[in-house]
């Protein structure tokens, strides 16, 4: 049976909004697009590798889907440094979320516009590696809500925003995690895996 994971990149605040480039996401008037450029580094592109090598299913947001799926079919040169990544997302089987998508032209795509989490559980329980959800955020803060992910990867880049989506909005479940990895890229990225083990605890310190 396969575990649901969650790979962001993040900012300093938790603005995980258009990392990519300035005409990713300017929804809600976002303008600081593709914030994470100055910081990626031949270390993150290892672990986002490690990271890929694990991966047996894709669950994807609709926004990030057409994303994905207006770039990843084209990548099909061998000699293209990103087509081994091209053969796990155009060969593995990849489920996007959405009520309004009929038929999805990216090959070995299913479209999932049922009860989400009973969907999720028949998904994780015929898949040998992980389902992955890589960014889609309001897809991610949906599977938070309702403890559907078993392991968050959050690559927190050395900047801070003041505006933006964030992961973890106001009103969210409070709930604690153990960190299981961690470590640092060259350009200050901090990458922590942390898996949620149920509700947050209170009390007083020195009490």
């Known amino acids: 049976m396969g575990k649901l994971t ?14 990519g480039g300035p005409d990713e996401d300017t929804s809600g008037g976002f303008a600081y697009g593709g914030w994470q450029f100055p910081f ?51 060969t593995l089987p990849k ?35 992980e389902v992955q959800v890589h960014g889609s955020g309001q897809l991610a803060q949906f599977l938070l809500a309702r403890d559907l992910v078993d392991e968050l990867n959050l690559l927190i880049h050395p900047v801070f925003l003041g505006q933006g989506r964030r992961l973890f909005p106001s009103g969210g ?15 200050g990225i901090a990458i922590h895996t942390f898996r949620p083990t149920g509700r947050a605890t209170f009390g007083t310190m020195g009490g």
């Not at 986002?48 to 994807?60: C, D, H, N, Q």
């Not at 028949?122 to 590696?129: M, V």
Request: hydrophobic share 40%; net charge negative.
């Open 6 to 19: 969650l790979t962001t990149f993040l900012t300093l605040d938790g603005v995980m909004q258009a990392p």
């Open 40 to 90: 990626a580094d031949q270390d993150m592109g290892a672990y986002m590798g490690e990271v890929f090598e694990r991966s047996g299913a894709f669950l994807f947001g609709r926004r990030t889907f057409d994303t994905f799926a207006a770039f990843w079919p084209t990548v099909t040169d061998p000699a293209n440094p990103a087509h081994a990544l091209a053969e796990r997302f155009n």
């Open 95 to 129: 489920y996007v979320a959405s009520r309004t998508l009929k038929e999805p032209e990216w090959a070995g795509t299913t479209v999932l516009d049922g009860e989400l989490p009973v969907e999720i559980t028949k998904i994780k329980e015929r898949t040998e590696g």
């Open 173 to 187: 479940l409070p709930t604690a995690c153990e960190l299981t990895d961690s470590r640092t890229t060259a350009s």
